[in-house]
């Protein structure tokens, strides 16, 4: 079955970086856009980057010039690179993909929890 499993979140001080790893199974990982999205307390869910099966990325304003979405298709894993990181992206990271298997399915890693604090 599908599994998306998110590592590499911590508490880390604001300036600070870190990077997320998912790890996919369970499906074509190439042939799939994959997607970063992350949720706050008392927040919605909100998308942070997705990048395509052809390796085009895209990321949301607020995230652009400091986090950096990648792929490795041999290690069916995306990965995402948060730098100069900031309190207000104290967030659960989730890892994202849709399949289309006869429908479109919506498929969530359990989260990463990120905590940027001094």
């Known amino acids: 079955q599908v599994q998306l499993v998110e590592s590499g979140g911590g508490l880390v001080q604001p300036g600070g970086s870190l990077r997320l790893s998912c790890a996919a199974s369970?499906?074509?990982?190439?042939?799939?856009?994959m997607n970063w999205y992350r949720q706050a307390p008392g927040k919605e869910r909100e998308l942070v980057a997705s990048?395509?099966?052809?390796?085009?990325?895209n990321y949301a304003d607020i995230m652009k010039g400091r986090f950096t979405i990648s792929r490795d298709n041999a290690k069916n894993a995306v990965y995402l690179q948060m730098n100069s990181l900031k309190p207000e992206d104290t967030a659960v990271y989730y890892c994202?993909?849709?399949?289309?298997?006869?429908?479109?399915?919506?498929?969530w890693g359990q989260g990463t929890q990120v905590t940027i604090s001094s």
């Open positions: 994202n993909t849709i399949l289309y298997v006869g429908g479109y399915y919506n498929y």
């Open positions: 369970g499906f074509t990982f190439s042939s799939y856009a």
């Open positions: 990048i395509s099966s052809g390796g085009i990325t």
